[in-house]
T-cell receptor, first 116, second 113 residues
Framework: GAGVSQTPSNKVTEKGKYVELRCDPI?????LYWYRQSLGQGPEFLIY????????DSGLPNDRFFAVRPEGSVSTLKIQRTERGDSAVYLC??????????????FGEGSRLTVL | SQQGEEDPQALSIQEGENATMNCSYK?????LQWYRQNSGRGLVHLIL?????REKHSGRLRVTLDTSKKSSSLLITASRAADTASYFC?????????????FGKGTKLTVNP
């Protein structure tokens, strides 16, 4: 498809397990963002990639969270030793922007993570 | 950290009425954007207004920006039941920041048929 694709759409896991969430951005979009959204809240910034490198990872809550984008396209958000507080919808977005002026973000439908 | 703050948190109106949502922010910005989110779905971009613009229109949407007050408003005219959704403002910081967008908590709009 032409939009941002996220898999899985739903993930239920047990506390302490490892989880990977995948994002396939729109072809040609150099910028890729990960956000986390809890119920009734706005999206909370996690990390932003420009190409293969993480330009800003200041939103990652702790060292259990890590994200990669090895070829400048698909990105994977990795969460180690999951905790119940990690339960949320994880949103990925991509953008054509390469300069300092942030343009329109195109969002995927999100991956809903539930940690039991 | 929270940059944009929308108000009201929730708004309920009748079909055909206008809906106005406000957003306040704290730091200088390059641009401000409004997004819409239907329940359980991803966000959809509505409109972008740059820091040197004061007003912008797109169909039934009208956005204003007052950089002196660090505030913006989104007006939806002649609302429809299909406009029921949450609306978020998002800003990027003009100085010292990266190109990330910071979102507010949103306004939940309900348009009653």
């Amino acid at each position: 498809g032409a939009g941002v694709s996220q898999t899985p759409s739903n993930k239920v896991t047990e506390k302490g397990k490892y989880v990977e969430l995948r994002c396939d951005p729109i072809s040609g979009h150099t910028a890729l963002y990960w956000y986390r959204q809890s119920l009734g809240q706005g999206p909370e910034f996690l990390i932003y990639f420009q190409g293969t490198g993480a330009a800003d990872d200041s939103g990652l809550p702790n060292d259990r969270f890590f994200a990669v984008r090895p070829e400048g396209s698909v990105s994977t958000l990795k969460i180690q030793r999951t905790e119940r507080g990690d339960s949320a919808v994880y949103l990925c977005a991509s953008s054509l922007t390469s300069g300092r002026d942030t343009g329109e973000l195109f969002f995927g439908e999100g991956s809903r993570l539930t940690v039991l | 950290s929270q940059q944009g703050e929308e108000d009201p948190q929730a708004l309920s109106i009748q079909e055909g009425e206008n809906a106005t949502m406000n957003c306040s922010y704290k730091t200088s910005i390059n641009n401000l954007q409004w997004y819409r989110q239907n329940s359980g779905r991803g966000l959809v971009h509505l409109i972008l207004i740059r820091s040197n613009e004061r007003e912008k229109h797109s169909g039934r949407l009208r956005v204003t920006l007052d950089t002196s007050k660090k505030s913006s408003s989104l007006l939806i005219t002649a609302s429809r039941a299909a406009d029921t959704a949450s609306y978020f403002c998002a800003t990027d910081r003009a100085q010292g920041g990266s190109e990330k967008l910071v979102f507010g908590k949103g306004t939940k709009l309900t348009v009653n048929p």
